[in-house]
């Protein structure tokens, strides 16, 4: 079917009133927000996130955020809930705050704060920058709220990487004293354990073993003597029996000559013993024993030679002559009995001091091992404390890594927006495209049979003539009433619901501004 645009230019012109009325209701009305829509002035101050002045490898900062990890947090604490209230409240950043809900200056707040700061992966090797921007229908009002942005970030920041410096030094502080006190828990406890085996102690295994040797050779020596004093006990019991047998007088000239003799030795020793000991020595003790014994016997020995008796009292005579020997034997053997009971008592001791070194060595082993590895921490910690120390002091300086202003914000003389020409064009358009869509709505939704051509191809006929309908005039009057009421009421109602909008609900500049932001137009 061909397009009959004579047909449809008389649709268009019948329908035109209604699609001008479309256009021009909403360019009126965007033409006069346009106009109705303050001034808004913006302004913006540009930061700087400057190296260390000191160089790391001379003094590390234990502050090892990025810096952009940096800006995204200070930006996160500078738009905070208690942040914006504040600021909005001390300028005044609204006309109508007062009457505002919190929500709502925070809100705006955010949407007229416009902040830019590198992304990560994205700076590269080029200078951190970080821009803060506001924008407000007073020029003074935006530049000092960037500039109290800009007090904040450069507080946070300081506040940030102090606080950073000062946790690290308290932790390896704490960390250093704890450290300290397990170390010297530790020397307690292996000093404790050392002083309770001071005889079982690995270091001394070395004289254990050679005094275990001495001991046994002593305790052999003492088996040795008492074996001899018991056969030369028994000698001097079997002479006596003998001489008893024979009758004949005892002891001899011989025997009494070798007690003199003995005496004589045993004085010989006694004055070498006090040259290289003290009266006090046990070994003098018993030597001056040995003597008196021996000076008994031998003052025996001369009474019962030198007294003429008879056969009775020589029998006495040589009995406790015999008495003073095995007396003196006995004496001997219970004191080498003494001796060897104990050395065999030290040398118990001694094994098993040396059997228990062996575990000893174990946990002084464990214990030192422990201490050494204590040892190592504590000096670790010690060095990571000098350092946090350094970090601290360097950040309270300002020598670390910072926030610098390299461009304040300034009162701006020219607004920035809005922009009026493009929404009055926005809503040129959009009254012209609504026109147009009303039109094409129509004839898209409209199935009634207009012309001979549609009625040729539903019928599938061709009409001999065809009568248009043929409008009276009563008809024609109620639709061009219908239409005028229509156009009436579009134009009172509209406005006067723009109107209860503006007043009871929220201004109509500030419902285009928010459309306008959406937009990416504001």
Request: charged share 25%; glycine share 4%.
């Amino acid at each position: 079917m061909s397009f009959d645009f004579g047909f449809y230019w008389a649709v268009l012109l019948r329908r035109l009133p209604v699609m001008a009325l479309f256009a021009l209701l909403f360019s009126g009305m965007g033409v006069f927000a346009a106009l109705q829509l303050p001034d808004v002035y913006s302004t913006s101050a540009r930061l700087l996130v400057e190296e260390p002045l000191i160089p790391d490898n001379m003094v590390a900062s234990t502050v090892q955020s990025s810096a952009i990890e940096q800006l995204a947090v200070i930006e996160q604490r500078l738009l905070t809930r208690a942040n914006l209230i504040d600021i909005a409240n001390r300028y005044d950043v609204f006309e109508d705050i007062r009457q505002m809900a919190p929500d709502t200056v925070v809100a705006r707040m955010r949407a007229a704060t416009d902040i830019s700061r590198p992304r990560a992966g994205r700076s590269g090797d080029r200078a951190t920058l970080m821009t803060i921007g506001f924008e407000s229908h007073s020029p003074q009002i935006a530049a000092d709220v960037v500039n109290e942005y800009v007090t904040l970030v450069l507080q946070e920041n300081a506040r940030f990487r102090a606080s950073r410096a000062e946790n690290t030094l308290e932790f390896f502080e704490q960390e250093v004293e704890r450290l300290n006190a397990e170390l010297d828990q530790q020397s307690a406890e292996i000093a404790q354990f050392k002083a309770e085996n001071a005889n079982a102690l690995p270091e001394d295994q070395a004289f254990r073993i050679g005094r275990q040797t001495l001991l046994q050779e002593r305790l052999a020596q003492f088996e040795r003597d008492l074996s001899a004093l018991a056969q030369r006990r028994q000698s001097v019991v079997d002479a006596y029996e003998t001489a008893q047998a024979q009758q004949t007088p005892t002891p001899t000239a011989q025997q009494r000559s070798s007690y003199e003799e003995e005496l004589i030795i045993a004085e010989a020793d006694l004055e070498n013993l006090r040259s290289e000991y003290s009266d006090d020595n046990p070994r003098i003790f018993r030597l001056e024993e040995r003597i008196d014994r021996l000076r008994t016997i031998i003052a025996a020995q001369n009474e019962a030679n030198g007294v003429a008796v008879g056969e009775e009292e020589r029998a006495s005579a040589q009995e406790a002559l015999l008495e003073a020997t095995l007396a003196d034997i006995d004496s001997e053997i219970e004191t080498l009995q003494t001796a060897r009971d104990t050395t065999s008592a030290d040398l118990d001791r001694l094994l098993e001091n040396i059997s228990r070194s062996a575990a000893n060595a174990l946990r002084i082993t464990e214990l030192e091992r422990d201490y050494t590895n204590m040892q190592a921490r504590y000096n670790s910690a010690v060095s990571n404390l000098n350092t946090a120390r350094l970090s601290e002091r360097l950040e309270a300086t300002s020598q670390g890594q910072r926030i610098s202003v390299i461009e304040n914000a300034s009162v701006p003389r020219v607004p920035s927006g809005p922009n009026r020409t493009a929404i009055a064009a926005g809503a040129v358009a959009l009254g012209v495209g609504l026109a147009v869509g009303y039109f094409i709505l129509l004839e898209v939704l409209n199935r009634y049979i207009r012309r001979p051509a549609e009625l040729k191809e539903r019928c599938a006929t061709t009409p001999i003539a065809t009568i248009p309908y043929m409008e009276s005039w009563g008809e024609r009057l109620i639709r061009r009433t219908g239409l005028v009421a229509a156009m009436l009421a579009v134009l009172i109602a509209v406005p006067a619901g723009l109107w209860y909008v503006d007043t009871y609900y929220l201004p109509l500049e500030l419902i285009v501004q928010r459309g306008l932001d959406r937009l990416g137009l504001g």
